[in-house]
């Protein structure tokens, strides 16, 4: 049965049944940040339902690919209770700690998502709409899809990816759904927050995209302006790692440890293309990046091969230490082995 944890609901009894199916003992609970606020009232419900320790994780959590395992085994508890992230099918997770993944649903006032959608449907009457959101509306994107069909419009779900877990998802580091529906539609309508997302389904597609903000009604579209201004930006990164390359041949290969983030074939592929190329690469792991490490490490010039939205998000920040963070791609572009022409965003997995 769901309860309620201020605006979540969660299915605590499912919890608890496993827990005691399986017979654990102990668990280490991790929730999302957004979460954690209720972390302390999850933990006493589970404890008490099912006379199990809890531990809570209180490291923040960036993702479905960011699981606890290595923390839950190093305190030798017996297994990891993830909330509020679909589990990413292709991810490989470590056999030796079970991990189990439950959804938190957020209950939201709609009443904004329909104002939007009504501003929408001004703009574009008739005609096919590729329609994607992100996971955490994931409840929302049917009630969309049907608002909009009563209203005349042919809406299309995209198909997920190897790394998507329904259809229309898309991930910061996955934008299959969108390019599966290119050929089919002209336009497309993310529902949610942030410009990221949307930014991401316009490259992947070379087309506009309708948002809707699900929270506030707004709607805007991100275009071709936004997405020459995104590729001006890192076309000037590009540059500058080769300026800096040209007199100082050390490069930084960041690998990440979390289990979803982690690409160590792509990061020794990358480093023996910098051998080839007459770099001096260093392959470095790192849980949590920030320009303050990659400079202690004294990189001019590093690649992350972590989370996408890395590089596509901070790169600012980055800029501000004197440090060129690129993607794979952008260091392939580097080193000549491809072209700027044809950039895509790191969807490399
Ligand atoms: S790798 Fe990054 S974008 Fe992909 S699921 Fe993890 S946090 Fe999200």
Known sequence: MDRQFGSFRIDIDEIEALIQREGYASALLQVPDGLMRHAAE?????????????????????????????????????????LGHEQIPSMEIDGTLPVHYFRVVEEMDLSEMYNGLDRFLKKVKKGRVGILTTAQHREDLDKAAS??????????????????????????????????LSKEVRIFLFIGTGRFHPLGISLSTRKDVHCVDPITGDLSVIGKDDRERFLRIRGAQIASAQDHLRTDKRIGIILSPKPGQKRDRLARDLENLCSEKELDPYLVS????????????????????????????????????????????????????????????????
């Open 42 to 82: 999850l933990a006493r419900e589970i404890r008490s339902g099912t006379g199990i320790e809890v531990v809570i994780d209180g490291d923040t959590c960036y993702g479905a690919c960011d699981i606890a395992v290595s923390r839950a085994k190093a305190l030798g508890l017996e297994a990891l209770v993830h």
């Open 147 to 180: 608002y909009l069909e009563d209203h005349g419009l042919d809406v299309l779900v995209g198909a997920p990816g190897i790394r998507e877990t329904f259809p229309g998802q898309v991930l910061g580091c996955s934008f299959s759904a969108a390019r599966s």
């Open 286 to 349: 790192m849980d949590i990046l920030s320009p303050m490490k990659v400079r202690s490490l004294g990189f001019k010039v590093a690649c992350s091969t972590a989370c996408p939205r890395i590089v596509a998000d901070d790169s600012i920040l980055y800029m501000s230490e004197g440090i060129v963070l690129l993607s794979p791609i952008e260091l392939r572009i580097v080193l000549g082995e491809a072209k700027f022409s044809s950039y895509l965003l790191d969807e490399e997995w």
